[in-house]
Structure formats: C-alpha cells, structure tokens
C-alpha cells in the first residue's frame, strides 16, 4: 500500500444531493464525470456511495437509494471507469441520516421532542420499509444520529455491503462526531451510573468528567474499530475522518484509541472553519501533529468560499494551503467540501483552479520521496492533556498553539512529537524540548525527559506541565519537578506584569505559584489591586513579589526552564509583541544556536528536511504573505505577496556543498563551514536543495 504514503493529488468527489430536488442526477453522464476527474490529474478519486442525508448512490439492499438515479449503479458507473484509468478508489460513507430521527442526538438541556421531531416525508418515501421514512430535509439541515443509537450497527453492516460489492482501495466514513453532551435514551443510562444520580447536569458531568470523557471514547472508538475490522479482513485502507483533534475538543469523541483503526490521517484544513485558535499556520501545525502519531498526512481543503456553493476558491488560496503541505511532507492533498452540482456538473472555474493546485502541489514531489524532517525543536502534545485538561477546557490548546505559532513565526523548524509514543532516544535528536502546559503526562514520559535533560538535553516547561497524569489524576506535585527544580504550592488567575528589562511587562492568565530551587530569572510583579483605569486588560505594575516567573535549572548534564504562567495563551489569543518578544528570548536563552538563521518577513515559513538517497537537505520556504492573514469569510486570499532578497544562513551539511533552487534563482557562498544562500524573488512556494558535490562524493 506504498500509494498511501507518497505524495499524491486525491480529488474528493462530493456529490450532493437533496432527497427532494427535481435537478438532482438530471444531466449524470458517468463518461463526463470520469473525464472531468482524469483531467485534473488527481491520483486518488473519493467516490460517494452514501450522501449526508444517508441515501444510496447504489442499488442497496439496506438504505433507500436516491429516485433520480432510476436504478443506476452511480458507484459502479464512476468507480469503474476511474479504475481503468489507473485511479485508485475511495468509497465514502456518512453517518448523518435523514430517516430515524428517534435516533438523533439530544444535546443535554435540549427540548428532546424538537430534537427528534419528524420533518415532513419525501414525496418518494415508502414508510412500509424500515429505512423508508425518508425526511425531506433542507440543506444542511443534517441530522446527527447518537454515538449509541442503532446506526452503529447500520454503519458496519453498509460498509461490508459496499466493500463486498465494489472492492474498494480505501474506505470513508465521514461526519462521525457531535460536540455536545447527548442525554438521549440510549446515553442516559450510562450517564446515570456514571454520575450517580438520575439527575443529569452539566454540573455533575464535570465533576464527573475523566469517567464520563473515557465513556464517550471509548463507544465512538468502537464504532470506528468495527468499521475498521471490516476493512482489515477485505485488505482496504481504513481513511476515515477523525476531523483534526488539535482544533475540536475530545466531547466530540476522537481521541488516541481511534489510532489503531485508522491507516492514514485525513484532516480538513481547519482555519477555514474558524476554529479556534487557527490562523492561516493551522495546515503546517496540523500536518506536523499527524506525523507525530505516525499516520500518513491527507490533508483536504474545503473548495468553495465559506457563503458560496459549487464556486471555487481562488488559486491563490490553493497555492498557500499547498505550500504548507509541502514544506511539511503532506501525502495526499486535494479539494473537499461542496464540489458538483446536483445535477453531478460542476464548475469549469473550479475544475481548472483544482488542477492548477495539483500541478503546483506535484511540482519537485521528488524532494518528498523518503524526506525526514531535521528540525531541532521538539513541540509536545499530549492526548491525555487534550482529553483530560480542565475537564474540557480548551487553555492547553491556546498554549499549545501559541507556542507552535511563535516558533513559525520566529523561522525556527520544530516538530511536533507526541508524548505517548516519544521515548527518551526520540527526544535525544532535538537541541530543545518544549512542554506548553502539558499537564497530563505519564511517569514513563516523565521518565524518558528526565533521561534525555540528565544526558544533556534541554527543555523549556510552562504553566501546569506534569501536575497531572495520564489517566486524568492530578499530582500532589509536578511529576517533572526535580528536572525543573519547582515546588507546587497554589495557582491565581488574573492581571499581572513579569520582570522584564527596562520595565515590568504585562501578563493575564493562570499563574501557578511555586517554590524554587533553581535560579530566578524573572519574578512576578504584582499590580495595583484597584485595577485598569480603563477596564481593560492593563495592569499596572507595582512592586516584584517573591514568586518567581521564570526559573533556570540544571539536571545532570542538561537545563531545565519552567515558565510559570501560560505565556502562550496569551500570544495565541492576542499576538501581543511584547509576549512575543519574551517567549522567543526564552527560545533563543535555552537553545545551544539557532539550526537556521533567516532574514525575511515572519509570515515565511522555514521547515528543513532530510533525504538520503539522494543525499541531500531541503530548505522548504512556505511564504504566506499575504493581506488578509487571519481565517474570515470576509476576506479571500486572492493574492500571496512576493518576497524579495530572503536571506538564509546555516552550517554547511557538507564540506563542499552544491546547492540550487527549485522555483526561485538565488545566490549561494560558503565562508569556512557557513553556507549563506539569498533568494531573489519568492512567490509562494520554493525550495533550496544542498547537495553534496560531485567531487565531494
């Protein structure tokens, strides 16, 4: 299954249609379609086989099938014909429905006869059979069935119909989440035993929340294993959509145990739902974190503007999202989202900006084939912090993202490396480890840091990192204490200022007050208790307390720094320059030199990779300059803004480097063992490639 591993084009082939709508499938032509998809050079084609309202596209002895297919096998009509171009085939599935609404979810609160109200029937519904009552649903007016309704079972058993009948290379179920707690008849029980009362609450679920969180992981990771197992006894890739677990809490029911069933890692590019806490670095952060849970990376871009159906975005956007992919070793990358019209037609606009996105996408893919990223920052997630953390409370992510965003944004290349499945031997090979806030970590991870600081490696730790562990329990005491010489005693939240040079600066957030035996760089300074003359977040600083901001320590023969409040957050929710200015000294304080000195706009992206056959580094310049740098429906990115004399300094790989571009010219000397190279003109996307010489070989 190398397929699934190299970069390739994957054309996500969304065919809505309405269970009421006159238009749909009136002008289908399987030839036009496979033609349309040959054409824009995709490798991999994600056919539907069941829509968001849970209807067939197939003749299907389980689920009604759309009327105005009048029979026609449309899986088998498109699937075969992209075949016999050499296409590999993805069948899609989804688990909203349109046909049970008692097995809809009730978020907790709800008004459970509106929850779960029949909407008025399709004229073709045939209430007689048991998926007959088809609803006549508007647009978008999907229905979610529960985690713990009966559609768990039709999901398996319509996922072993559509494989035994078409033989798929990989297999899709999509939209398997919901966000909010569901008290329906089928959840209630186990909500009930898990809270000790018949009395359900927000209230009690929090108090409540590593018993209830496990629960509700656990049954949404089962639905994806047997999903899975029918996939594994028919040998196809299990693709499914496990959405992108660094931007939806863990209520929404992903979390590590869905790893197992799954082959790749397929995201959406999440800043263009504006989540929270993305920008328009979300697509690297994000590729990045799916390397570091040991999938394959997919990553989709939804095709159309946030308030426009079936009308493509423009190229320029293609262009930004693609060059993020590639700086970071994304696989498959493609369109998703609404894409054909109803009438299975879609727009020659958008068909032309997808194909020049896959041939911009495809250029240079030789620089991917067996790369290895070089970075020498290691950015620490933790699936049991995002699971357990505040009991739902999203501050570790606000950290976390603040911290990937400074490192970008400072062109410092960093990995991002997952706490649970990082040894000691995985930290060895970065000069600086970072752990923004993450609290909950195992003794055996807090084992593996404190082998690699005592070996001599370095880490910089912030806020409540290791104060809990990895089963949701909170620590007497920070597990990584001794590495960090820091003694929990309580923690306050508010305004406060930081011993800065020069003046005190500003802070506002949690602030943990500990007892030191390291060395204090800076102290908390408090501020006047009357507060803001203006109300707003602007305290004013008065005398240094004795609680310290920021410690130095050693540990063996490495240095530990902790950082006592979640200055992150802080820059992730606000951009202030002061806090980026703090938290990039506290980078350049910790790291022995910089991997790569850069002289260019911090909206550049500068990632380094490894190839050894050929022998070779890659400099990947991502440049995202563009006007509008924040995700919103009120601006597109119709332009990326071209970037002149960029400038990059590193030691040489190689005693005799030979060094070229890849769609830029530039410049390159070397002065002892300092390779200096100058790009000329950057638009969106370039490499610089380092290779040893002919004669050095």
């Known amino acids: 299954m190398e397929w699934m591993n190299r970069r390739s084009r994957i054309y996500w082939y969304d065919q809505y249609a309405l269970n009421e709508q006159a238009l749909a499938f009136s002008r289908y032509d399987p030839d036009r379609i496979a033609d349309e998809l040959i054409g824009t050079g995709a490798d991999i084609v994600a056919v539907y086989a069941t829509n968001q309202f849970g209807i067939a596209y197939y003749p299907s002895a389980i689920l009604p099938q759309h009327p105005n297919l009048k029979g026609r096998d449309y899986v088998s009509d498109v699937m075969t014909r992209l075949r016999a171009r050499g296409k590999q085939i993805l069948l899609y599935t989804n688990w909203l429905d349109s046909k049970h609404p008692q097995w809809n979810a009730m978020p907790l609160g709800c008004d459970p006869v509106a929850a779960r109200a029949e909407q008025p029937l399709a004229s073709w519904a045939d ?66 035993r898990i809270c000790g009362t018949r009395e359900i609450t927000r209230e009690a679920i929090q108090e409540h ?38 931007y939806v809490g863990a209520v929404f029911g992903q979390d590590e145990a869905w790893l197992p069933s799954l082959d790749v890692f397929l995201s959406e590019c999440f800043d263009r739902f504006l989540a929270p806490t993305s920008d328009l670095h979300s697509t690297s952060i994000n590729v990045r974190w799916q390397h570091a849970v040991g999938k394959p990376s997919w990553m989709l871009l939804t095709q159309h503007p946030v308030h426009f159906a079936h009308w493509p975005v423009p190229r320029a956007t293609w262009e930004l999202y693609a060059a993020a992919c590639k700086a970071n070793g994304c696989k498959a990358f493609g369109p998703c989202g609404v894409g054909a019209r109803p009438d299975t037609t879609t727009s020659p606009r958008m068909l032309a900006n997808v194909k020049h996105a896959f041939d911009f996408y495809m250029q240079d893919a030789d620089l991917d084939e067996g790369a290895v990223s070089a970075a020498k920052i290691g950015l620490v997630f933790s699936w049991a912090t995002r699971k357990y953390f505040g009991r739902g409370d999203q ?9 990937a965003r400074l490192l970008i944004e400072e062109h410092l290349p960093c990995d991002i490396v997952a706490a649970e499945r990082t040894t000691a031997a995985d930290l060895a090979r970065y000069d600086l480890v970072i752990l923004p806030n993450t609290a909950n970590l195992s003794d055996g991870f807090c084992a593996a840091v404190k082998e690699y600081v005592r070996g001599g490696g ?95 320590g050693k ?23 002061h806090i980026g200015e703090w938290m990039a000294e506290l980078v350049e304080a910790m790291l022995p030199r910089r991997q790569i000195m850069v002289k260019a706009p911090r909206t550049l992206e500068v990632t380094v990779w490894k190839q050894a056959a050929p022998e ?82």
């Open 555 to 577: 540990f063996g023969a490495g240095r530990a720094w902790y950082v006592a409040c979640d200055v992150g957050r802080y820059f992730s929710m606000h951009g202030d320059e």
């Open 395 to 403: 501050r570790w992510l606000e950290e976390f993202s603040g911290w």
């Open 616 to 697: 070779r580094t890659i400099i990947h310049l991502a440049n995202r300059t563009v006007a509008w740098t924040l995700p919103t429906d009120a601006r597109q990115i119709t332009e990326i803004i071209p970037l002149h004399e960029v400038q990059v300094s590193l030691d040489s790989p190689y005693p005799k480097p030979s060094v070229s571009g890849r769609q830029v010219h530039l410049r390159a000397t070397v002065g002892g063992n300092r390779l200096s190279v100058t790009v000329r003109d950057l638009g969106p996307y370039a490499a610089i490639v380092i290779e040893p010489s002919a004669a050095a070989r």
């Open 458 to 552: 370095r880490i910089l730790a912030t806020a409540e990192t290791s104060l809990g562990d990895e089963r949701g329990r909170r620590r007497d005491d920070f597990g990584l204490g001794d590495v960090l010489g820091v003694t929990w005693k309580d923690a306050v939240e508010g305004h406060f200022a930081v011993e800065r040079p020069g003046e005190p600066g500003p802070v506002s957030g949690v602030f943990q007050r500990v007892a030191t035996s390291g060395r204090i760089v800076a102290r908390r300074v408090e501020v006047d208790p009357a507060g803001s003359v203006s109300g707003t977040e602007d305290p004013l600083p008065m005398a240094a307390s004795d609680w310290p901001a920021v410690v130095a």
């Open 209 to 246: 929340w590593v018993e209830f969180i496990d629960w509700r992981c656990a049954r949404a990771a089962e639905v994806i294993a047997n999903v899975s197992a029918v996939l594994r006894e028919r040998g196809i890739v299990a693709a499914h959509n496990p959405f992108a677990p660094l």
């Open 127 to 192: 209430p007689s059979q048991p998926n007959g009552r088809v609803q006549a649903l508007a647009g978008g007016a999907w229905q979610s069935p529960c985690f713990n309704s009966p559609r768990r079972e039709q999901v398996v058993a319509i996922t072993r119909e559509v494989c035994d009948r078409y033989h798929p290379d990989a297999f899709h179920l999509d939209m398997f989440l919901n966000g909010d707690i569901c008290a329906c008849d089928c959840c209630r029980p186990a909500l009930e």
